[in-house]
């Protein structure tokens, strides 16, 4: 089911998969040697200290076949099912070294590789490698974080006393319009701060891209802009099904500050009454560094329960030199608390729910969402609207191909698109080469900016997270 349209491949010089392969990956993989490194050292038994090091020689083998090109090898058997559609696909591409591979294909099978190593063990079976790093940036988005809990308390409140009716209806609507939109805009710039591409920030600069003001000035930077659209497609259920279930699907992406806002946007659906039931589809297994495992879930709400432990750590528990940072104020707490209580009252009643699947870890795009998980394609025909965050979502739905970048969403998602039945809504900060839906000569133009890539061929300006496009598909049948 696949697109005919080529993919990106780590051998083109004029696409950020060269890069990505040549010298992003290699600096991941130290990462994860170091991390678990580190874990050897607080380790108590003896057993668990042998796993560890077997793990990082695992680890060390893969970026050693990674910095001397050698050849992808099948994936040993871990126990879990994908093994095999990972290795018949490593089969149709020939002997693929990392340099001349499809850029999807070989940038999944890495994470699944590193899964493998830990998969066996009796004591790390279940360890996210990454773990440290999410909780140190999300300690670090701090001030982000209280100014949007501060928000959302009030809005909640607001929407509350709205109920009792001290608005009018028009200048409800007319709010609820507005609100939605930012909502939605919080929920997209959230994700320009994910760990794999931005290794090299400062913690000072995530909070700057993180506040209001920043979100403000980015709006300009959405390319396209179908939020009217899924609204609309919102507030009809809303009308012509009042009370019957609604449920909105979230297809996330990261951990950290990017799941707390994604539960913003989860939270204010739920109040203003624009769905009865938010569905969150994490992966199951350590994936791009920063997404979103089950385990995500409970961390952020275990750091809302108890906010003053979480956010008045030093943001790297283990480094030295860093400063403890000042105590949260009782008015701080009192929003976090606030957020807590919100959001587990939904989970308890089961309007917030999280459903894995191990789909989201396969390699390939979601033009085969219908063949392999025709369950998942089933749930989501239920959905009034799926919505798809980030970047890694957005080539997995494109096949991560080399559209012209005018071809429509619909044709480009492929099965999702037209007539499937499903209302598809990307939001999507550009961190990589593919990009359709853009009006004739936009391309041209963003080329043409200082770093946009100029007649170098490559299509820089669509790399560096500046830029969004948020699409949406109606696939109505
Ligand atoms: O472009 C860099 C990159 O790591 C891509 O490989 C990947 O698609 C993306 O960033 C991950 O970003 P996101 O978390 O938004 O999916
Ligand atoms: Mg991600």
């Not at 990505?20 to 874990?39: E, F, K, Q």
């Not at 083998?61 to 040993?76: C, F, G, N, S, T």
């Not at 990261?254 to 539960?263: H, I, S």
């Not at 976090?336 to 191990?358: A, K, M, V």
Request: hydrophobic residues 40%.
């Amino acid at each position: 089911n696949d697109t005919k349209i080529s993919p990106y491949i780590t051998l083109d010089k004029t696409s950020f998969a060269y890069t990505s392969a040549r010298n992003r990956w290699p600096v991941i993989v130290t990462g994860a040697i170091d991390d678990v490194h580190r874990a050897i050292i607080d380790c108590k038994e003896e057993d668990k200290c042998k796993e560890g090091k077997t793990i990082v020689e695992g680890l060390a083998a893969i970026k050693y076949e990674l910095q001397h090109d050698r050849q992808l090898i099948p994936l040993v058997d871990d126990g879990q099912s994908d093994i095999g559609g990972y290795n018949k696909e490593l089969d149709s591409l020939g002997l693929v070294k990392w340099s001349n591979v499809p850029w999807l294909y070989a940038e999944c099978y890495l994470y699944r590789r590193i899964s493998t190593l830990f998969a066996p063990s009796r004591y790390w079976a279940n360890y996210d490698v990454f773990a440290r790093q999410k909780n140190a940036t999300f300690r670090s988005s701090r001030p982000a974080v209280l100014e949007l809990a501060a928000k959302y308390k009030g809005l909640v409140t607001q929407l509350e006393g709205d109920e009792a009716g001290t608005k009018d209806a028009q200048e409800l609507e007319e709010a609820e319009r507005i609100l939605f939109m930012e909502m939605l805009e919080i929920c997209l710039w959230g994700n320009a701060t994910d760990l794999s591409l931005l290794t090299s920030l400062k913690y000072e600069d995530i909070q700057k891209l993180q506040g209001s003001k920043a979100r403000k000035e980015a709006e300009q930077n959405i390319l396209v802009n179908d939020l009217p659209a899924a609204y609309q497609v919102l507030k009809a259920a809303q009308k012509t099904k009042e009370k019957q279930a609604r449920q909105v699907d979230i297809v996330l992406d990261n951990a950290g500050f990017e799941l707390f806002v994604d539960l913003i946007l989860a939270g204010y659906l739920l109040a203003a009454g624009l769905a009865t039931q938010v569905v969150l589809h994490p992966k199951s297994i350590p994936w791009f560094v920063s997404d979103v495992l089950p385990g995500d879930f409970g961390a952020l709400l275990n750091a809302l329960a108890s906010p003053q432990d979480f956010f008045s750590s030093p943001a790297d528990q283990g480094s030295q030199s860093e400063t403890r940072p000042e105590l949260l104020s009782e008015a701080e707490v009192s929003d976090l608390s606030f957020l807590f209580q919100h959001w587990s009252g939904f989970h308890q009643e089961g309007q917030l729910t999280i459903r894995p699947n191990r789909f989201w870890t396969h390699a390939g795009s979601y033009w085969r969402l219908p063949d392999t998980a025709p369950g998942l394609l089933d749930d989501f025909k239920k959905s009034e609207l799926v919505i798809f965050k980030g970047d890694l979502n957005y080539r997995k739905l494109t096949g991560d191909a080399m559209w012209d970048a005018t071809t429509p969403f619909t044709t480009a998602i492929g099965p999702l698109g037209l007539r499937s039945g499903i209302r598809v809504l990307a939001l999507r900060t550009c961190k990589a080469d593919v990009v359709v839906g853009l009006p004739p000569g936009e391309d041209d133009k963003l080329r043409a900016t200082e770093g946009g890539g100029g007649d170098t061929g490559a299509r820089k300006w669509a790399w560096s997270g500046k830029w969004a496009v948020v699409q949406f598909s109606d696939g109505k049948v």
